[in-house]
């Protein structure tokens, strides 16, 4: 046991007496208390929780050490849809422990070591849908039907590595399966009609390497399955018909073969026997080798009739003798009935013109992801070849002329549908020319850093995402689809040029918006993807999100794609949950309404006295008294500059372009020490502060809110504490540059705080008028 399922037990004995087992339930798996729920996967379980209630409906116990079910260990959950178990090490299951679970819907016992499957285990699972068995250890389905009550069985797998046998009557009881999955690779015996019991099958997946089984299968399953997906198998000759003793109608569609191998002999006869399958109509090799070169028998193939089928797709095909392959001459007759025809992944690097001109009723071609290349498309797109194809699938290959591939284009004349993208053109011509049909095109992820006229005007749809494009403005009067989506724009493409647009994709771009008279310009439009760009919330266009009517059955991916870039407040949250206060949306309004009440306060205070403004210009005349009764600090021998200048770098607008032209500029100029124009170069910075102090006159400090959070003027204040303070010194002088708290200032400079306090600074007016004082003061100040 693990350490978990040790403690677990422990409780469990431990506290038995005294819990209940819905508690125990808690302990061991503790997702099971809160919801319906119950996840207990990976826990190192050795054995099904109790306490188990009516409330859960799913109970997850995958991925533990749970060796047997008991009888009572899923009695109480009566209301369980869903039940995994898989990937466990359940090898006995009690006849009765699956009793009560009459609405269980999935079941999972796949991954395990059941050695045998019993009827009684599902005979009363009447609602059971999905039911997962394969990955045990069991050979054969047992002499009879596990599956005669599951009326209601709609997906059923089975199988494992030892899995040998199915017998007749092993699946009585179940006719209609939407998916029935068997991994039967090493299936030898398969009694004829075991299969035919279930009437319908809508897709049916076999892992097989017996030919012969593989046969016998197909028989049975001509009436009942429509898609026939037969992987791993090694297909070697047979020349016995897959439709022996049969008689119409068969229900086949499709046939499927994946990591399937081929050689040429098979593949000539497959092709001969599929025939005599009417109902075929679409085959498809996905994953799978061919061990030959193409080498079939064209004679017999051609005498065996025409084949039914009209969707061929090859995807992953590996040819081993691939530079040796034939070209397939003669098939001719065997090819002009299909209407689709995909060819992925496979290396492809050209289709012989011959070929070509025999797809006389092709409607559908995809090539994507092959070795196409510009000079022999000439050969593959060759003149009266794919007489009536409508789409063209080139993108993935290694085209680089875009001029070029429009060239070789024009000659497939009912072409509509044309897809180019992920080859890298790098370049568009100003001019190319188009099949005049030609409505859809892709051209996304081919490097184009621009569009131009090149684009035909037919266009209805045009996919350009994911390029290096910064701007839109062609005239495609029929578009009524753009895909933009991973580009460089800034804002939405004009309307005007694009008048029918219906659907348009900018995601991932670098908006910051877009107003109402821009989406209102799109009179057509039905969806508009913008999710994932970097929107700034202003208020007019949130303003135009919150009031424009049915924005959400627009917009695609809203709300939880648009998220706000900036303001820094909302950054990161998203554009529908964001409201901007009244002050934020109407900043002129508010900024009038306050100036007209400070201007009424000021008329109210004018009403009543000029005491204030006396007050302040007494307080700056006894600043400039107490200034001139100081003595100087040192010798003028050692005085470079009349003030050294302390300020915050935030405050530097008002010092550099005001102060000091006020003062340098005056008759007599003072002479000023900044620390951006005068500190000496490669000085360490608190030498020059020190320097710059002791060789100053005057030290000015100009005092605000970033004054007092600066680390640099904190350090100057604190080096000046002293010799400006505590020595009865008067060579500082304090400009307040804006209203401050004087508990803004750092508690250590206790003469500066109660300075402070007694207002002993020159403030800086915003009246133009009680400017002039302010620097007369300053200048007396500056020369005491």
């Not at 568009?428 to 006229?453: G, R």
């Amino acid at each position: 046991m693990t350490t978990h399922s040790w403690r677990v037990w422990a409780i469990y004995m431990v506290l038995a007496p005294n819990l209940s087992e819905e508690q125990v339930l808690k302990q061991s798996c503790p997702s099971c208390d809160a919801t319906q729920l119950c996840n207990c996967s990976s826990m190192g379980l050795d054995f099904i929780p109790p306490g188990l209630t009516g409330k859960i409906t799913t109970l997850n116990l995958a991925h533990n050490r749970i060796k047997h079910i008991r009888s009572q260990d899923l009695q109480q959950a009566v209301n369980l849809r869903a039940l995994l178990l898989q990937s466990n090490k359940i090898s006995s299951i009690d006849k009765d422990s699956f009793h009560s679970l009459g609405k269980l819907e999935l079941l999972d016992l796949s991954n395990n070591s059941l050695d045998h499957l019993s009827p009684e285990w599902f005979e009363h699972l009447f609602a059971l849908q999905h039911l997962h068995l394969q990955g045990n250890s069991y050979r054969d389905l047992g002499e009879s039907s596990p599956f005669s009550s599951l009326r209601n069985l709609s997906s059923l797998h089975l199988g494992n590595p030892w899995f040998s046998t199915i017998r007749q009557g092993n699946f009585e009881g179940i006719e209609l399966l939407d998916k029935l999955w068997i991994d039967g690779g090493r299936l030898s015996q398969y009694g004829p009609g075991s299969l035919k019991s279930v009437k319908k099958i809508n897709h049916m997946i076999i892992s097989i390497k017996n030919t012969n089984v593989f046969s016998a299968i197909v028989r049975d399953l001509l009436y009942s399955v429509t898609w026939l997906e037969v992987r791993e198998i090694k297909l070697e000759i047979e020349k016995k018909s897959l439709v022996q003793n049969s008689t119409l109608p068969f229900k086949i569609q499709k046939l499927t073969f994946k990591d399937a191998s081929f050689t040429d002999q098979y593949i000539s006869l497959l092709i001969i026997l599929l025939k005599e399958i009417t109902s075929l109509q679409e085959l498809e090799a996905i994953d799978c080798m061919l061990e030959g070169k193409g080498n079939w028998d064209i004679k017999e193939i051609a005498s065996s009739g025409q084949s039914f089928v009209e969707t061929v797709s090859i995807i992953n095909v590996m040819i081993q003798n691939f530079h040796l392959f034939f070209d397939l001459d003669g098939m001719e007759s065997q090819i002009n009935k299909l209407k689709r025809i995909t060819i992925a992944s496979s290396r492809v690097f050209m289709i012989p013109c011959k070929l070509a001109k025999s797809f006389s009723l092709l409607l559908y071609l995809d090539l994507h992801d092959n070795l196409l290349v510009n000079n022999r498309l000439n050969e593959t797109i060759c003149e009266d070849s794919w007489p009536s194809l409508q789409t063209l699938n080139l993108s993935q290959n290694s085209l680089k002329s875009l001029k070029k591939t429009a060239y070789f284009v024009t000659r497939l004349h009912k072409l509509i549908n044309l897809d180019i993208s992920q080859n890298n053109f790098g370049e568009i011509p100003d001019v190319c020319e188009w099949p005049k049909t030609l409505k859809y095109l892709n051209l996304s992820s081919t490097q184009i850093p621009k569009l131009t006229t090149c684009i035909p005007p037919t266009l209805e749809v045009l996919d350009v995402s994911a390029n290096n494009l910064k701007e839109f403005g062609l005239q495609l009067p029929f578009l009524k689809e753009l895909h933009l989506a991973k580009n460089h724009l800034k804002t939405l493409p004009g309307a005007a040029p694009i008048p029918n647009l219906v659907a348009l994709s900018v995601r991932r771009n670098k908006l910051n918006g877009f107003s109402r008279e821009e989406f209102e310009s799109f009179r057509k439009m039905e969806l508009l993807d913008a999710s994932d760009n970097n929107f700034i919330c202003s208020c007019e266009f949130l303003s135009f999100i919150h009031h424009q009517a049915g924005i959400a059955q627009v917009l695609v991916g809203w709300p939880d794609k648009y998220i706000c870039d900036s303001p820094l407040a909302v950054r990161g949250v998203q554009v529908g949950a964001v409201h901007l206060s009244l002050m934020e949306c109407h900043r002129s309004l508010m900024v009038s309404l306050l100036c007209a009440l400070v201007v009424l306060v000021m008329l109210v205070l004018v009403a009543i006295g000029y005491k204030y403004h006396a007050v302040w210009y007494l307080r700056m005349t006894w600043a400039w008294l107490q200034a001139k009764r100081k003595p100087k600090r040192a010798p003028l021998k050692d005085i470079c500059y009349d003030a050294f200048v302390s300020y915050s770098e935030h405050d530097s607008d008002w010092v550099e372009n005001i102060m000091v032209r006020e003062l340098e500029q005056a008759c007599p100029p003072f002479r000023l020490c900044l620390h951006k124009r005068d500190f000496v170069p490669g000085k360490w910075i608190v030498d020059n502060i020190i320097d710059s102090i002791e060789k100053s006159h005057k030290t000015l400090f100009v005092l605000s809110e970033h004054f007092v959070q600066s680390e640099w003027c904190k350090y100057e204040l604190d080096f000046s504490h002293f010799r400006l303070f505590d020595e009865n010194n008067d060579a500082a002088i304090l400009v307040l540059l804006e209203p401050i708290q004087s508990k803004a200032i750092p508690k250590r400079f206790c003469k500066l705080r109660r300075i402070m306090n007694t207002k002993t600074y020159l403030e800086w007016p915003l009246e133009e008028e009680q400017q002039e004082m302010f620097w007369f003061n300053l200048k007396i100040a500056l020369k005491s």
